[in-house]
């Protein structure tokens, strides 16, 4: 029997409370009242420090660390302090592919092929910078360990991997898409990607405490890490150089800002890209791919607009870095020539990024520009459906992200329950919105999200209401009848090789009202990630979605009497 599933393209990360220590700050009288509101947030969501900046394109507004970069020898976080930037990484990758490209070296329209030998690639460099190439997500593989892989190896691998999805089909982000770039950087400018970062914009920009591996001189003070329970831990190195490792600090990231601000001046000398590219950097790539819905890509930026957030501010660019332990988030406002920047040094950090951030914008728009002060969450931006369906139309097994929920259709409303609890979705007859008012995650009530059943070129879809605006959550696919062989393979799993397990662990295949369903925990945090399965054949499968880490191949197999499950390079022996 054929079952139908929709599946979601977003990965969650669970958050956790703990508690701060807070180091000294100076602070001018005027920056209290912001800065009590930030240090109200780091204690809220346990984070241990943070720097954070605002800044126009000609003067610093506010520049201040608060909380430790290294408790036990009681060291504050200041302007000096490094902190591992994540994807960040990917803005400075995404610069020296458009210097190579104003120096005739490559052009964003070729095929990536052309770069590799005997590749098969058929996306753009620009396909690649805007994450529309359709390669997997990641390659676990390597990819958080004490002895990374070389990325420059891992376009072999992908050489010898099918495609994720079809090239611009939608957006699918891919660390591994910029690994490639890192490598394409190397080959066309004869140096290594760091030696090239380095010359063509740290040099320039005076970045002089910023690096990807290797730090540039010993006075460097790089934070700790403190994980949920306060407890320091060493983050290991992650292969993707171009796509994760870049470390930096506030005072040099405060000079890289307002570059990029006064990049807009048309009579801007010695800019590390010139107007014209810089325009090209900020265009959006992906009008026409009508998945993406308000998800709007640059080349390397993310681009806020109408309907999303910052709609109030007219537009924003920006990107931000999540590793396990550190989290920051760099956003831009051209047509204000404003911007803002927030690190942080634990595992809880990421909520606070985006509310301080939050906080470092209204403070700006109602103080500098009257804009008053503006709620964080949009709930409908008002865009009409038409006719409200009949609720019964979209009952059913929905995998939301990293989440399987189960939705019934009962008395005008659909309930809905998964591992961690259960809840309700309300109609909203204005425009078709089911509003989530009940139950929750974990019991906690209230208004929870936004959702949106609609169909696109004869297929059904949920979106929701995000940061971008209105974004994919899934896709309705047919789910091929599981064969007897994976029934055999059920239960849990260890790893089957000497691998660091502190990244992926517990991991099982289960069964979940009629599906297959691969859990894991990541970070050795108790609650599961959840992706779904659609068996191709009685030892394959893929991972259902569209979008990050969806389409991955998974495969089963018995080896001296033992039975054995491979996924992104990694093999698990069943226990």
Not at 11 to 33: F, M, N, P, R, Y
Not at 100 to 108: F, G, R, T, Y
Request: hydrophobic share 35%; glycine share 10%; net charge negative.
């Amino acid at each position: 029997m054929r079952r139908k599933i929709i599946v979601s393209t977003i990965l969650g990360l669970l958050l956790h409370t703990g508690t701060i220590a807070q180091g000294l700050v100076e602070k001018s009288q005027e920056q209290t009242s912001i800065e009590g509101k930030i240090a109200d947030i780091l204690t809220k969501n346990g984070v241990k420090g943070a720097a954070y900046c605002a800044v126009s394109k000609t003067d610093v507004l506010l520049a201040n660390g608060l909380g430790w970069a290294d408790q036990l020898c009681e060291i504050p976080v200041n302007e000096q302090v490094v902190f591992r930037l994540g994807s960040i990484s990917k803005v400075f990758t995404a610069l020296a592919i458009l210097q190579l490209h104003e120096k005739n070296l490559l052009s964003l329209r070729d095929t990536v092929s052309v770069f590799f030998e005997n590749a098969d690639f058929p996306f753009t460099v620009a396909d690649l910078l805007s994450h529309h190439s359709g390669l997997p997500s990641d390659y676990l593989s390597g990819f958080y360990t004490q002895t990374p892989l070389g990325y420059q190896e891992i376009w072999k691998v992908l050489n010898q991997m099918p495609l994720s999805h079809l090239p611009r089909t939608s957006l699918s982000y891919s660390n591994l898409g910029y690994d490639l770039l890192g490598l394409i950087i190397e080959r066309k400018s004869g140096i290594s990607y760091e030696e090239y970062i380095r010359i063509n914009i740290f040099q320039p920009l005076g970045m002089k405490s910023s690096f990807f591996s290797t730090p540039p001189h010993e006075a460097i003070m790089i934070s700790e890490g403190f994980k949920a329970n306060g407890e320091v831990f060493s983050e290991p190195p992650m292969r993707d150089l171009p796509a994760i490792m870049l470390h930096s600090n506030l005072k040099d990231m405060t000079s890289f800002i307002q570059h990029l601000l006064r990049l807009d001046d048309a009579d801007t000398k010695g800019g590390i890209i010139q107007l014209e590219t810089y325009q090209e950097m900020l265009r959006v790539q992906n009008e026409d791919i009508v998945l993406d819905f308000d998800r709007k890509m640059g080349l390397g930026f993310f681009l806020y607009e109408k309907f999303s957030q910052w709609e109030f501010m007219g537009r924003a660019i920006g990107h931000g870095g999540d590793t396990y332990l550190f989290h920051s988030q760099m956003t831009l406002f051209p047509g204000h020539d404003f911007g803002v920047l927030v690190m942080t040094n634990s595992e809880m950090g990421q909520r606070a990024c985006e509310e301080i951030e939050w906080e470092l914008v209204n403070d700006y728009a109602s103080k500098e520009l009257g804009l008053g002060y503006h709620r964080r969450f949009k709930w409908s931006h008002g865009r009409m459906r038409g006719e409200l369906q009949p609720v019964s139309n979209f009952e059913g097994t929905y995998a939301l992200g990293t989440e399987i929920f189960h939705f019934k259709a009962k008395n005008g409303r659909l309930t809905y329950k998964n591992d961690e609890g259960k809840g309700r979705l309300v109609p909203d007859g204005k425009d078709g919105l089911f509003v989530n008012y009940g139950g929750g995650t974990k019991g906690r009530g209230g208004r929870q999200g936004a959702i949106f059943f609609q169909e696109i070129n004869g297929n059904k879809v949920i979106t929701g209401i995000g940061k971008q605006g209105e974004v994919l959550l899934g896709v309705e696919e047919n789910i091929n009848p599981i064969p007897k062989n994976w029934k055999g393979f059920l239960g849990n799993y260890q790893a089957s090789e000497d691998l660091d397990e502190f990244f992926l662990s517990n991991i099982s295949l289960e069964m979940e009202e009629g599906f297959l369903i691969l859990k894991a925990s990541v970070f050795g945090r108790k609650h599961k990630q959840s992706l779904g399965i659609n068996p191709l054949n009685d030892v394959q499968g893929v991972i259902l979605g569209l979008g990050r880490n969806s389409g991955d191949l998974i495969e089963i197999f018995e080896k001296d009497g033992e039975k054995f499950l491979h996924y992104s390079g990694l093999s698990w022996k069943k226990r």
